[in-house]
Each structure stands twice: as structure tokens, then as C-alpha cells.
């Protein structure tokens, strides 16, 4: 019994010593857990969500002995719409666990993975700028009980974030497909891949890859790699590459070193070098694309318009300065040796062309207006200056605007023209120059008629012109185009002074099938001036031309009225061509649509005004017309439709040709059924009302025309159906004036056909 007791006191004592392990390990391993896990969600959710003021949600947390993992972490405000402004998959945090079991924290290395950042914008505000003023203005003995030591991780590693942000105001997006980061106390190291910023109203931009290191007490340094700004569909910025560092002369400066290429060709063949004050947010740089030959971006321009690019150089300096209000910029650029070719602008390739020029501009960022302040440019020998300024608002919503032909419409606000723009205004000034340098400006290929002629006198032009979007019948097209100061000395054969006496004139009844007729005396068929019906004349000027015996060719206000036409319809639609310019492109011209017979057009236009009688472009333009499938002229015209001569027309049958001038094929079916359209009535008689208020007609010969039908003369040698089938023939086979829809196949002149048929107009 003696010698047990000390046993017993022995098992006691290591009963008790179990116990106290067993409650040491059930606090370890059941309560140090529950316990901290409870500690970590209430810092998150009420600490961390109280200073964000959002509210913070936490999917699970686990604590273990010197370890801790929370996963689904949601930051989530009023504006986030469906996704939380921040989500993060997974948080691993180790700390000192002896210093954690006393109330003390030192923490170790953490791990964030899984980060998801969506920002958001629209016109009722955002859900992160008054996140970032709590952040900024927080409390500041919080701040310092967070800088005590061991209250920040020893290092933080940062991988798989994700950025989305949706700026519904400015139509803008952006992306950060992928970045990963680590803090230590030695600096911070971050990286971003795939980034991507996509606007309706700026360029389009990305980056391959973003590289940012900043070491402690020392500026962050930063390198970018694999860059593309597109700022237009054929226009890209590419390979852009370089760095951005801090200057070690000057603290707080930074140094940019860009440089990039085009469209993705191979090289570097533009800088961008300058400087950066952080503490005035000030940039400067000059931007250079040194001179080199256009053949190394031959895989871009193989499908352009510029041809033969081998010959061709191009060189650019540009400073720009940049900063909150705004940018301004100032440089020169020179293009040399340029060649091109498009069915739009000329039939054929166009060379030699040259450019250079110097210009200076301001950017207003608080007005969205630019500025061109300068634009004086010299292109073969002869100088002219651009200026003028353009308003771009940013959008509202990128929803609320639809593409309306090279424009974009605002469904809910103003009209916006190309590119965003809803105000323009441009001021083109040509200085005085010889007129022949101001004619031989145009290459050859570009305006083959200009050929042989010399001029002299002085050419001058001071032209403006203003339009806003959203008023387009306030447009402004206003100045002077100073021709008339010039004089011709000497022009080549084929010169509108050959239409003084009677030509040959060609007419293509049927692609590449030319035939030709005399106007003149000598074609049985010509009408003379006096013996065509005023009333035909009187019909023609009160729907083509009303001021034509007045005018010099050209009709100012016309050229201002089909603007305004061809901007609301977002397409050319109409023309502002006189009578003699009608009959400058019928008979001086072949008929395609491109830039240069405009150019040639106007030219003409302004010698045959010089060169002839108002009385015989009348004459000439009547007799040359088309009035159905194969007929030319009103002599041939009165006969086949009335069985008249042209001087007995009478009103109504004077308007009936004035009706069927615009697309006289068609029109001609009218003949073939014997009767008028309904369309063509009203036409008539808005015509003969038109005539009666320009004192054209008489009060006795309105009421007497408004009394007399429109009977057709039909002789009866054709049948309605093959009177039908004629017409169809001649609309089916009938040449595009379109270059873009003409196959090459197709394509002949009056110069360039053979054998064409000389014929006299019968029925």
C-alpha cells in the first residue's frame, strides 16, 4: 500500500498533463482555427469594406498553424452591374504562428491568384473614383498601424489578374488579358500581356507586352514591347517598342525611347524620343520617321492605291507636347516621287506626285476641338495653305450611334460626320501663282486634257468652308477660285474651240460599240439655235440650268445646295452640274466618275464659257442629249415622239423632254405604253408651274398648257413588247459611269474605239 501511493500521484499528475495537451491541441487545431478564420472575415468584411465603403463578401477561410487561405473574395459596390469591381480567387498568407498564439502579427509571404478588376462607366457615374479618394484620404493612425512592423506581408505574389473596363461614356473598352506581380522590400516587378483599348472615337490600341520595375527609392522604369495603334483601317502603327526611365539628371523627369513601324512590316522605321515631368504631368516628343523608300512597306501597299512605291521616299519630323488641357504639335513631313493608281481618281496610273509640308496645331481636351493653325504645303512648284479646326464630342453611349454612309448618327443626340466629327472648318488659300504653274501642277496622266494648252495672267483662290452636323443647312461654302484672271494663248486641236463650226460627235449606243454623228449644218437632223422651240429652251433652263444665260458655267449656290444634299444623305447624290458643264462632259469628255474629269470638267467648262456663245452651248447641248435608247437630239427627238419639228414643240411637250432627261432609257418605256406615269403627270405640270412663276409662260399659255394632253405619235412599225424589249436592251447594256463596277474588259473611249460607225438619226 506504501510504496502504490506514489504510482497513483504519478498517473494523476499525467492525467492531468494529457488534459492540458489535449486542450492545448483541441485550441491549436479546433479553436486557433475558428478563431482566426472569424478574425480574418471580420477584417475583411467590416475593416476592409468599411474603408473601401463597399461591401466585401468572403467565400471560405482556412487557418492552419502559421498558414491561412481565403478564397472568393468580392468587392462589390452600387455601380458593378453583374460583376463585383474586384473578385479574387485565392489568398495564401503565412505569418509568425508563436507571435499569432499572444495577439501579436508578423506576417510573412502571401500569394494572391485569380484577380479580376471590371471597372464600369456611364452617364450616371462610375464604381471606382470614390474608391480611390477613400484610399488616398484614409485614416491616418490606420494607415501607420498598418506600416508597423510585421503588419505587411515580407513579399506579395500577384498572378493571374485580369482587367475589364467599360467606358459606356467615350465608347471606349479595355483589357488586360493576363498580368502577374511581386512586392518585396527591395521593389516591385510587374508584368501585363495582351492589353487592348478599343474607342469609337480614338484608334484602336494594343500591347503585347507591359513590363514595369520599380526599385526601392528609385523611379519606376518601364519597357513596352509589340505595340499597334491603328489609327485608321489602312493606317496602323506597328512594332511599337522601347522604354520609358527615369532621367538621372533631373528627379522626376522620365526619358521616352519608342520606336515602331507600319501596317506590321519589319524594322523600325519611325522614333519617338522626348521627355516626361511627372510633377507637371508634361509631355515632349519628337516624333521622326527618317527619309527611306516606300518599297519596305511593300506587304501593306501591294493592295493600296500607290503603285510603283520603289521610286517613292517619305520623310517626317513632328514635335508634340502634351498635357492635362490638351496637346499641341508643330513639324514638317516631305513625300516624294509618289505614284498612283485608282479607278476612282484618274483611267490611268498618275506619277510623280510630290508633297511636302509644314504644319502646327492645338488639341483642346476640354472642348474636343483641334485646331490646325498652320497648314502651308508647296506640291510641284506651286504652294497652298490648309487651315481650320474640327469638333469631335465624345459619345454618350457607343449603343446610341449607327453608321449612316461615312458618318455615324446619333439615335438620341446630334448628327456626327466621319470619324465622330460633328463641326468642320477648313480655309483653303492658293497665294497668287502664273496660271500655267498653277495648270501644270496636275500630272499628265491625272488631266490628259490640259495637254497643249498655255496660259498667262494670275491664278489666285481663297475658298472656306463650314459645316456642322447638326445644322446642315446652316453650311457655309463661300469665296473666290480667281480662273478669270486667266487667259489661253494657245490650245491644242481637240480644245472646245473646235465646237465653233460643225464636228463629229461620238455616242456609245452599246458597250465598245461607237457611233458618230455631225452637229452641224450638214446633218439633216440638226436643229439651228433659232429654229428650236423657245419653249424647249425656257423647259430645259427651269429644271437644269435656270440662270444660264447669266452665269460664267458655273453655279456657286448649287455647289452649296448638292453639298448639303449629299452630307444629309451620306452619299453622293447629286451633282451641281450647269448646262455648259453637261455638255463639256458629253462631248469634250468620256464619261467616267473620277477625280480627274472632275478637275478637267471645271476647266473646260471655264474656257468653252470663254470660247462660245451662251446661244451656241444651247444649241450644241440640245442637239447632242440623249432622249431614249439611240436618240439623239431634239430634232430626231420631236419626229419619233410627236412627229414634229423641234420649232413646233408646245409647252407640255417641251416639258415631257425636260422630265425624261435624267435617265431618258428608262423613261422611254412611257412611248412604248402610250401613256404617262402618273409620276411623270405631276412632273409635267410642276415643270409648266415653274415656268409660269419665272415668267417663262404667259398666264394664257400656262392655262392653255395645263388644258393640253400629251398625245405620243406611234406609227405603228413596232409592237408595244418590242418596243419594251428595245428599251431593256439598251438599260441592260448601258455603261456604268461607276469606275468601281466597270470591269477592265469593258472599258473603251471615244479615243480608243475602232472604226466607229458614222450615221444620221432615223426612226
Known sequence: MYLARPSRRWMVLGALGGSLVALVLI?????????????????????????????????????????????????????????????????????????????SVRLGEAKVDGVIITLRRDASGDNFQDVIQRVRGGDKSAEAADSAPGSKPTAITVSHVRLLADDAVTGTTALVADGDAVWTEAGLEAHARGLQINSIAAPKAELAKLDIDKRKGEPPQVSIDGGNITVLPQLALTGIGGTIHADPNNAGDYVIDVTGSYGGVPGKLWTAKGAYDS?????????????????????????????????????????LEVDRGGARFAGQFHLRGLNVGHPMIAEKEVHDLDLSGQIAGVYDRTTHRLDLTRGDFNTRNVPFSITGSVFRPPPQNVEDYIPFGLAYLDKKGPRLGPHGVQDLKLRLVVPSVDCQRALEVFPVEFTPYFAGYKLRGVFDTDVTLEVDWNDLDATILDGSVGIRKCKVVSEPDDSPKRLKDEFDHYVEVDKGDWHSFTVGESNPDFVKFEDISPYVVKSIMSTEDSGFYSHHGFIPSEFRTALITNLKAGNFVQGASSITMQLVKNVLLYREKTLARKFQELFLTWHLENTLSKDRIM???????????????????????????????????????????????????????????????????????????????????????????????????????????????????ARSTNPLKAKDSDKSSPKTAKKPKKHAHTD
Not at 292 to 319: C, E, G
Request: charged share 25%.
Open 27 to 103: 485550441g491549436l487545431f479546433v479553436v486557433y482555427p475558428k478563431v482566426g478564420a472569424r478574425a480574418i472575415r471580420t477584417k475583411l468584411t467590416d475593416k476592409l469594406g468599411g474603408k473601401l465603403g463597399r461591401d466585401v463578401t468572403v467565400g471560405s477561410v482556412d487557418v492552419s498553424l502559421g498558414h491561412a487561405t481565403v478564397r472568393d473574395i468580392a468587392i462589390r459596390g452600387p455601380g458593378d452591374a453583374d460583376m463585383p469591381m474586384v473578385h479574387v480567387d485565392r489568398v495564401d498568407l503565412d505569418f509568425d504562428t508563436m507571435r499569432s498564439l499572444v495577439g
Open 279 to 319: 510633377r507637371k504631368a508634361i509631355a515632349s516628343v519628337d516624333l521622326e520617321a527618317a527619309k527611306f523608300q516606300l518599297d519596305r512597306l511593300a506587304p501593306i501597299l501591294q493592295h493600296s492605291a500607290v503603285v510603283d512605291y520603289q521610286s517613292t521616299s517619305i520623310d517626317t519630323k513632328v514635335h
Open 619 to 733: 444649241e450644241i447641248y440640245l442637239n447632242v442629249i440623249e432622249y431614249g435608247p439611240g436618240l439623239y437630239g431634239i430634232g430626231p427627238a420631236a419626229h419619233h415622239y410627236f412627229g414634229k419639228q423641234a420649232k413646233d414643240l408646245d409647252p407640255v411637250e417641251a416639258a415631257f423632254f425636260s422630265s425624261i432627261l435624267p435617265n431618258p432609257k428608262e423613261r422611254y418605256k412611257q412611248y412604248c405604253a402610250g401613256t404617262l406615269t402618273k409620276w411623270t403627270n405631276g412632273k409635267i405640270e410642276r415643270i409648266l408651274q415653274i415656268m409660269f412663276k419665272r415668267d417663262r409662260l404667259t398666264q394664257e399659255e400656262y392655262d392653255k398648257a395645263l388644258a393640253t394632253p400629251l398625245l405620243f405619235n406611234k406609227d405603228g412599225s413596232e409592237s408595244e413588247d418590242e418596243c419594251l424589249r428595245r428599251a431593256n436592251k439598251a438599260i441592260k447594256n
